[in-house]
């Protein structure tokens, strides 16, 4: 278990990232699959759940997590976030002080909680001063209504700027094997604050999960080939890298995606890695990582492999 910043909450190093089971992206979403996957998550040992406001149309998300949870709120730590919304199912950037109150008071309302323990600004609009912003997440901590904050999608002079006006807690960035710019920014600084890191992304939009051939079809539209690394030279260069990793997750019998969710939370500075999921053998195997043990000696092999690899290019 890891603490949020400096407060005594406590959470799984995995946390069950609650945007797939919204249904607005991942294809065969259903309701008995949602509630069973957030089911298998406490039973697996994950007690962390991070969901938003925008996390689906209506909410769905924070729905489910009621009615699969909600008879265990002593169990659960609750992470939602607040600022961006659907209008006529686009989203929409809004960080102003009586749209952030709004949002949590309604999320709030969809998780039949009084409260919740942290409570992101999920991304700034960048019309709204951010000290209005940060006072709001004040205001919500004194009435109880939020116990810490965060923030997301952030810049480490946005990230500062916030946390003038009110401590944050938590920050959640992009972070994974090829994607690891804020360890030169927001991370260092962050650990100085004693603020933690909720990463997300430790997959790369399934790319690491190691599930995909070398010769893999992509359908045209799929959202993922918008991405440098689903194409051409990346797209090697990732399977190269792969083939590297293989060995050492049959050593320890794992999968490889496994491996690479216990690389990322053991990352300096890294508090969580959060894994989404729709399904239950799919948390399930997420949650494994918890307790897979890996050598000093495997580790440096994969930050061989990851050096030879680099970076993604954009």
């Known amino acids: 278990m890891q603490k949020i910043g400096k407060t005594k909450i406590e959470v799984s190093e995995v946390a069950m990232g609650c945007w797939p089971i919204a249904g607005i992206t991942s294809v065969g979403v259903t309701e008995?699959?949602?509630?069973?996957?957030?089911?298998?998550?406490?039973?697996?040992?994950?007690?962390?759940?991070?969901?938003?406001?925008?996390?689906?149309?209506?909410?769905?998300?924070?729905?489910?997590?009621?009615k699969a949870l909600g008879n265990h709120r002593d169990e659960i730590v609750i992470a939602t976030k607040g600022g961006v919304h659907w209008k006529n199912k686009k989203q929409v950037t809004d960080s102003r002080p009586e749209r952030i109150r709004k949002e949590c008071e309604e999320s709030l309302q969809r998780l039949n909680m009084d409260h919740v323990e942290l409570y992101y600004l999920h991304s700034l609009d960048r019309k709204t001063p951010l000290s209005e912003t940060a006072g709001v997440f004040n205001e919500l901590i004194q009435e109880g209504k939020i116990l810490s904050a965060g923030i997301s999608n952030a810049s480490l002079e946005e990230i500062k700027e916030f946390h003038q006006v009110?401590?944050?807690?938590?920050?959640?960035?992009?972070?994974?094997?090829?994607?690891?710019?804020?360890?030169?920014?927001?991370?260092?600084?962050?650990?100085?604050?004693?603020?933690?890191?909720?990463?997300?992304?430790?997959?790369?939009?399934?790319?690491?999960?190691?599930k995909m051939s070398r010769d893999h079809v992509f359908d045209p539209k799929d959202s993922r080939l918008k991405y440098p690394v689903y194409r051409a030279e990346e797209w090697e260069k990732t399977q190269d890298f792969l083939d590297v990793l293989r060995p050492i997750a049959k050593q320890l019998n794992c999968t490889i995606a496994q491996l690479v969710i216990r690389w990322t939370f053991e990352q300096p500075g890294i508090t969580v890695a959060l894994c989404g999921a729709k399904k239950p053998d799919q948390i399930r195997e997420n949650a494994e990582t918890m307790t897979l043990e890996i050598t000093s000696e495997q580790f440096a092999l994969i930050n061989q492999a990851i050096q030879v690899r680099g970076p993604v290019k954009n």
């Open 32 to 66: 008995e699959n949602s509630l069973a996957t957030l089911t298998e998550a406490l039973n697996s040992g994950i007690n962390f759940f991070d969901t938003a406001y925008c996390y689906g149309y209506e909410g769905e998300s924070e729905k489910l997590i009621a």
């Open 166 to 210: 009110c401590p944050l807690s938590a920050y959640q960035p992009r972070y994974n094997m090829f994607q690891r710019d804020i360890e030169n920014s927001q991370l260092p600084w962050c650990q100085e604050q004693g603020i933690s890191i909720m990463s997300y992304w430790p997959l790369m939009k399934g790319v690491l999960a190691g």
